[in-house]
């Protein structure tokens, strides 16, 4: 069955830092994956995806069939990026059915 | 000109009460969504609807139901409220398979 695993609730790291949020899949099809992310109280926004191989707001993420992960990564950490982070997987196919993650709080400290 | 629009922002009701919560979206999108938001941050689908025809249903309640007057609009109703159903819940709407537009959420709080 498909499951999307982010092992990490709560991730603290000082301003400055790199920052990897870890993201694991399960699915038998070809992947799509997204990143999300939800700031306190705030609606969720699309962060990037992995068929874009883009870099938004300095992050990254790079598809890894053969560790089924989807980490997402930054290498200096910004207090702003303060939030609630979610990988997310779409398992319908055409439907674009998304499974999401159980989340990621990442808390920047000064 | 907010792209995914949620009504109301914030809803308190009595165990019981049948309840709408209200979706639209002006981005021509011809998918839309409701996820529910539990209290430990848990996302999960309930419903999906493209061009008005109902194409996911999760296992919700049938107190539950979704309606689509138009692509535009994802409106949800749910009968007899009890304290479980306490969640922040999204509205969203994507086309293709593109990712996701989410609104804003509505608070409910069934007491």
């Known amino acids: 069955a498909q499951r999307v695993t982010q092992p990490e609730k709560l991730l603290s790291v000082f301003k400055g830092a790199p920052v990897e949020l870890k993201c694991n899949y399960s699915y038998s099809g070809s992947p799509e994956l997204f990143w999300y992310v939800q700031y306190s109280r705030q609606r969720l926004q699309l962060l990037l995806r992995?068929?874009s191989r883009e870099s938004i707001k300095g992050f990254t993420a790079d598809l890894n069939k053969g560790e089924t992960s989807f980490h997402l990564k930054k290498p200096f950490a910004q207090e702003e990026d303060s939030a609630m982070y979610y990988c997310a997987l779409n398992y319908g196919g055409a439907t674009n059915k998304l499974i999401f993650g159980t989340g990621t709080l990442l808390a920047v400290q000064p | 000109d907010t792209a995914v629009s949620q009504t109301p922002k914030y809803l308190v009701t009595q165990m019981g009460n049948d309840k709408s919560i209200k979706c639209e979206q002006n981005?021509?999108?011809?998918?839309m969504y409701w996820y529910k938001q539990d209290s430990k941050k848990f996302l999960k689908i309930m419903f999906s609807?493209?061009?008005?025809?109902?194409?996911i249903n999760e296992t919700v309640p049938n107190r539950f139901s979704p309606k689509s007057p138009d692509k535009a609009h994802l409106n949800l109703h749910i009968n007899s409220l009890e304290l479980g159903d306490s969640a922040v819940y999204f509205c969203a709407s994507s086309q293709r398979r593109n990712g996701y537009t989410f609104g804003s959420g509505t608070r409910l709080t069934v007491v």
């Open positions: 992995h068929i």
């Open positions: 609807y493209n061009n008005k025809e109902l194409i």
């Open positions: 981005l021509g999108h011809d998918t």
